[in-house]
């Protein structure tokens, strides 16, 4: 039936509501269509063809990005979808392994939907009753896995950044201004940054000669540093997973009185693992520890976490706003959640992590970790054997640092971008020991012994073509 003339057009539906699970069905139905046809047009790990031919086929695509009218949901969604996959470097895909980036489990990535349609914030109790009350359960559960302490807690960030940001933000409110940051030349860079942010005199890095913080340099640098002092180690490093010594850093830092973050936004899942978990000895001696489930916990961008051993810790991140914690209403029992973070809209992401641990259970993700770990001993594996590669050591986590043989840094940074180009993989690079390393990071544990065959076939053809 045709609407008379000057019937103003139907308004959008909601995703929420009684009718929401209804407007969205056939919506996602276009999604995963777009999502498939965009990854089949795309054919691999990466469009090829490099920035600028990229961008020129998005704005093909996309044509006026805000038109005078609008062209309904299913055409918008087609043509959205379809360009952000085809366009897309897909970390589930075997031979896109530049980076920490891993591919999201079906579960969770569906849990997120459920997140995107309610829209919960957690800046308060009225915006967020269900979605406060699972991320609780949630943080104090995740935080007993690294601490066995009487009231360990947790915050839910959006990567390490946050965390280790918010981890120097305490330290300088126990400590005041003056507080001296060191940190293993190793670190990641968001912890001079954050020092820088806050206000602290600036980091200082350490040499780590070995890639890894040494206890006896640490030691030196506390003997003549005056108090206080955070000091920062790493249990995952970002360019090649390397884990710090932690037990004997720990004892340095209680020696002369420091106070340790660890930032094990990597390597920290690796607790849940019964094979994996004594190499992480000495995490929960930590002040602070960064955590991320957007590594190795599969889970969709961003799943962050900041545990500390007692939720006293967090005391400093306390606020008050009248509209949305209110004296009297903290006071009648409503939970307070403005002190759970330095945002204040914000989504539940604990809903996809807790959907993920019920669906998998500890087991569960302890396979996928010790897969995971598997498979890059399996390439290192196949690149110490072939005479056409350099191994620079065996993997630690799931991070393999590798170089053709007699190439030099200029022609290994060229083949890189080759492969970009090209679309036939994606790898990251790293600096150690004063040379350039290709960087492949495993976080995919459908890859196979077969897909890395074919990445070492790949790589041996592009060094020699």
């Given at each position: ?32 269509d777009a999502l498939h046809s965009g990854a089949r047009e795309r054919g691999g ?421």
């Amino acid at each position: 039936m045709t609407a008379p003339p000057g019937t103003p057009p139907p308004l959008p539906l909601l995703a929420g509501g009684r009718g929401g699970a209804t407007a969205l069905r056939p919506l996602l139905d276009t999604v995963l269509d777009a999502l498939h046809s965009g990854a089949r047009e795309r054919g691999g790990p990466i469009p090829a063809g490099g920035p600028d031919a990229l961008a020129a086929r998005v704005a093909a695509a996309l044509g006026d990005v805000l038109p005078a009218h609008g062209t309904g949901d299913h055409e918008a969604l087609r043509t959205l979808v379809h360009t952000l996959a085809a366009g897309a470097a897909d970390p589930a895909d075997p031979l896109c392994a530049a980076h920490l980036h891993g591919p999201p489990l079906a579960v969770a990535a569906a849990a997120d939907l459920a997140a995107a349609a309610l829209n919960p914030s957690l800046d308060s109790w009225d915006q967020a009753p269900a979605a406060s009350a699972i991320e609780a359960l949630l943080t104090r559960t995740l935080a007993a896995e690294f601490y066995d302490t009487p009231a360990p807690d947790a915050l839910i960030t959006t990567g390490g950044t946050e965390a280790n940001q918010l981890a120097l933000l305490l330290a300088r409110e126990r400590h005041g201004p003056g507080l001296t940051v060191l940190h293993g030349a190793n670190a990641h860079h968001s912890v001079p940054r954050a020092a820088w942010l806050l206000g602290l005199p600036p980091a200082r890095a350490l040499a780590t000669p070995a890639g890894t913080h040494d206890p006896a340099t640490l030691a030196e640098a506390l003997a003549t540093t005056p108090a206080p002092v955070l000091v920062t180690a790493t249990a995952g490093t970002t360019d090649a997973g390397l884990i710090d010594p932690l037990e004997p850093l720990a004892d340095v830092c209680e020696q002369y009185g420091a106070e340790l973050h660890i930032d094990a936004a990597y390597g920290g899942l690796l607790a849940l693992s019964p094979r994996h978990r004594p190499r992480l000895s000495g995490l929960g001696r930590a002040h602070s520890l960064t955590v991320d489930l957007h590594k190795l916990g599969w889970q969709p961008v961003a799943a962050g976490l900041l545990a500390v051993p007692d939720t006293a810790l967090l005391a400093p991140l306390a606020h008050q706003a009248d509209y949305l914690n209110a004296p009297d209403d903290t006071e009648a029992g409503f939970p307070d959640l403005l002190g759970r973070s330095l945002r204040t809209t914000r989504r539940p992401d604990a809903l996809k992590i807790a959907t993920t641990l019920r669906s998998l259970g500890r087991d569960g993700l302890a396979r996928l970790i010790d897969r995971t770990c598997d498979l890059a001993h399996h390439l290192a594996r196949l690149l110490d054997a072939h005479p056409h590669f350099e191994l620079h050591a065996p993997p630690t986590i799931s991070t393999v640092l590798f170089r053709p043989a007699h190439t030099d840094d200029t022609h290994l940074a060229a083949l890189r971008r080759t492969l970009l180009l090209d679309g036939h993989a994606v790898l990251g690079r790293a600096t150690a020991d004063g040379r350039l390393w290709l960087k492949a990071t495993l976080l995919n544990p459908h890859t196979t012994a077969q897909d890395l065959a074919t990445l070492v076939t790949l790589l041996e053809g592009s060094t020699h073509r």
